[in-house]
T-cell receptor, first 118, second 111 residues
C-alpha cells in the first residue's frame, strides 16, 4: 500500500486564522480523501479530493470553510479557514491506490494533524 | 442512508478472547472493513469481508452476515498491545470508493 506523509503533525492556532495541511503520497493514487476525527470519536469524511477539479464535499462540509487542492496524483492540501475552537480536531488524509482484498484494497491513512484552536 | 453501530468501550484480560460487534445499514453493500487505531496513530487495516462467514488471520478473525447486517471482530490470546480503538467501516457512494466509519470501540486490555 501507498505511504502517506502528512504535515504538520500538530499545530496550535489563533481563532480567525487559517491552516493548510499537506498530504504527500509516495506513489500515484486514484483517490484521496480528507477526514476529521474529533477527540475520542471516529472518522468523519469531509471530502474527496479530485485531481484537477473541485473537491466533492460531504453533507455538513463546505468549500469556503475547507478548501481543498489536488494538483496531481500524489499530493493534496486541506485548508481549515477562519478557525474557531470548534475546529479543534485531528485531520487525516487518506488515499486509495491499487490493492487487493488481502491488503484492504489499497486504503491507507496518514498519521493525522492534531489542530488546537485557541 | 448509511449507519454503522458498534459498542463504545470494552475491557478484557490479557490472554482472553474478545468479540467486538458491528451492525450496519447501508444503501448497497460492497464489503466491510475492520481497522485498528492506536492513540495518536493512523488506522491500520485488519480485515475485509464481502462474503458471509468467518475469515481467520492469526489471532484476529472477522465474521460477516449480510442478511443480518452484522459483523464481528474476534481477538484471541489478547496482548497488552491490543489496547486500541477498533473501527468498523463500509464503502459507500456511487463507486464505493468512500468509507463510512462506525464510532469505534475502545478496547482496554488489563493484565
Amino acid at each position: 500500500s501507498a505511504v502517506i506523509s502528512q504535515k504538520p503533525s500538530r499545530d496550535i492556532c489563533q481563532r480567525g486564522t487559517s491552516l493548510t495541511i499537506q498530504c504527500q503520497v509516495d506513489s500515484q493514487v486514484t483517490m484521496m480523501f480528507w477526514y476529521r476525527q474529533q477527540p475520542g470519536q471516529s472518522l468523519t469524511l469531509i471530502a474527496t479530493a479530485n485531481q484537477g477539479s473541485e473537491a466533492t464535499y460531504e453533507s455538513g462540509f463546505v468549500i469556503d470553510k475547507f478548501p481543498i487542492s489536488r494538483p496531481n496524483l500524489t499530493f493534496s492540501t486541506l485548508t481549515v479557514s477562519n478557525m474557531s475552537p470548534e475546529d479543534s480536531s485531528i485531520y487525516l488524509c487518506s488515499a486509495q491506490g491499487s490493492g487487493d482484498p488481502e491488503t484492504g484494497y489499497g486504503y491507507t491513512f496518514g498519521s493525522g494533524t492534531r489542530l488546537t484552536v485557541v | 442512508g448509511q449507519n454503522i453501530d458498534q459498542p463504545t468501550e470494552m475491557t478484557a484480560t490479557e490472554g482472553a478472547i474478545v468479540q467486538i460487534n458491528c451492525t450496519y445499514q447501508t444503501s448497497g453493500f460492497n464489503g466491510l472493513f475492520w481497522y485498528q487505531q492506536h492513540a495518536g496513530e493512523a488506522p491500520t487495516f485488519l480485515s475485509y469481508n464481502v462474503l458471509d462467514g468467518l475469515e481467520e488471520k492469526g489471532r484476529f478473525s472477522s465474521f460477516l452476515s449480510r442478511s443480518k447486517g452484522y459483523s464481528y471482530l474476534l481477538l484471541k490470546e489478547l496482548q497488552m498491545k491490543d489496547s486500541a480503538s477498533y473501527l468498523c467501516a463500509a464503502p459507500f457512494g456511487s463507486g464505493y470508493n468512500k468509507l463510512i466509519f462506525g464510532a469505534g470501540t475502545r478496547l482496554a486490555v488489563h493484565p
